[in-house]
């Protein structure tokens, strides 16, 4: 069992930045992919990025790519995403997720779940 707790949202303008936490705990994070999801306003969960045990391997959808960057500190228990030059359809709440072997961009095949951060990005 893993359990995943978020930090970091909030209010910004856009153009501004914000990183988002994820602190893990339950089993040795190294062996599990992590990644992240968010759900905008009215809309389902949507992948946008995740990262391998090591954090060797990363992969981000198109709509951030370029903006965002995910990282991992396996000795923190703890990953990251670092987002730049936020937009306003940026807003969302976002999801850390994780789940034993590779990682996915699927939400039905994610086996864990934080309780989501509010992101808001003004115009």
């Given at each position: 069992q893993v359990q995943l707790v978020e930090s970091g949202g909030g209010l910004v303008q856009?153009?501004?930045?914000l990183r988002l936490s994820c602190v893990a705990s339950g089993r040795t994070i190294s062996?599990?992919?992590m990644g992240w999801f968010r759900r905008s306003p009215g809309q389902g969960r949507e992948f946008v990025a995740a990262i391998t045990g090591s954090g060797g391997s990363t992969l981000y959808a198109d709509s951030v790519k370029g903006r965002v960057t995910i990282s991992r500190d396996n000795a923190k228990n703890t990953m990251y995403l670092q987002m730049n030059s936020l937009?306003?359809?940026d807003t969302a709440v976002y999801y850390c997720a994780a789940r034993r072997g590779t990682y996915t961009t699927y939400v039905n095949n994610v086996e864990y779940w934080g309780q989501g951060t509010q992101v808001t990005v003004s115009s």
């Open positions: 856009a153009g501004g930045s062996t599990v992919a937009k306003p359809e």
